[in-house]
């Protein structure tokens, strides 16, 4: 009885996604390389999909009549073993469209030791939205990037690491997010799945990101809660000083109850509270009215 509830529960996770917009492959004829999976994709929790290795994007477009050019991009989290597609995916995206944002819940390929492969497919990402701005209502100096947990290291990757107008989102939002690869301030798990086991020192410092802001990384909202266990709460704070020490316009809320991977669902606690300050966030930086 219990595996039937659960395969039910997937099913209609499955359902729930197939209800958005459209699903975009972001390499139609597959990717060049690849993460080093022989296996299929597996739900390894009703909304928690791992060993991904077919890239794509689900889109969520505000309507004709509430569009208001702007759109984000969102990474889910999951330590980069898989991303968590619903509580840091569609519930975000379905918010957004209620204030006229236009929504893409990305399923990036997990890294497996391959650390440039989530980075490509978020730039990626970022190149289609561009490429149909016009088609879906977007501007395309409004794209931004969200991202929880390991997502949030792979938006705070795309916010530091662009070499083209294009890869640069307008805006990040990062939720409890990994930022740094030190090993005494990362979480360990979301490291080896990225870098491997081993990594150069070079490497290290290249993706961890509070060391990579510049004066034009995007201007930044983070969130996160105190009481977090799993991701130390200085890759939050670390990355909101290195912001204002390059006089990138940032927003940082530490709520005292929220643990790690609250997201988007009510649970009666003091986090609950970050979409209503996000909102007043993207009204005052000129991205939603």
Same mark, same amino acid.
């Given at each position: 009885m219990k595996r039937i509830f659960i395969l039910s529960t997937i099913l209609?996770?499955? *359902?729930? =996604?197939? &209800? !958005?917009q459209e699903e975009i492959k972001l390499y139609p004829h597959g990717p060049k390389d690849n993460n080093g999976f022989t296996v299929n994709e597996v739900y390894q929790r009703p909304d928690f999909l791992t060993k991904i290795s077919e890239p794509r994007m689900y889109t969520y477009l505000a309507s004709k009549d509430s569009a208001n050019g702007t759109a984000v991009l969102i990474c889910p989290g999951g330590g980069y073993v898989g991303i968590s597609v619903i509580n840091e995916g569609k519930l975000e995206a379905e918010w957004f469209? &209620? #204030?006229? =944002?236009?929504?893409? =819940? #990305?399923?990036?390929?997990?890294?497996?030791?391959?650390? !440039?492969i989530p980075l490509e497919d978020a730039q990626t990402a970022l190149k289609i939205i561009h490429q149909n701005a016009r088609k879906w209502n977007i501007d395309p100096n409004k794209i931004g990037i969200m991202g929880f947990s390991a997502g949030g290291h792979l938006a705070s990757t795309v916010g530091t690491h662009f070499k083209? &107008? *294009?890869?640069?989102?307008a805006f990040m939002i990062l939720g409890y997010p990994v930022i740094t690869m030190d090993l005494e301030k990362t979480h360990k798990g979301s490291r080896i799945n990225l870098l491997g086991n081993n990594p150069s020192e070079k490497l290290i410092k290249l993706y961890s990101n509070e060391l990579q802001v510049t004066k034009n990384t995007p201007p930044t909202f983070l969130f996160m809660a105190m009481d977090d266990k799993t991701v130390p709460v200085s890759n939050s704070e670390d990355f909101y000083k290195s912001l204002l020490n390059h006089n990138v316009p940032a927003e940082i809320h530490k709520f005292d109850v929220g643990g790690h991977g609250f997201g988007m669902r009510k649970k009666g606690i003091d986090a609950d509270k970050w979409p209503d300050l996000l909102e007043v966030w993207l009204k005052k930086e000129n991205l939603i009215k």
């Open positions: 209609m996770t499955i *359902i729930s =996604v197939s &209800k !958005s469209n &209620k #204030l006229g =944002v236009s929504a893409f =819940v #990305l399923y990036y390929r997990m890294p497996n030791g391959h650390w !440039s083209s &107008k *294009i890869q640069r989102p």
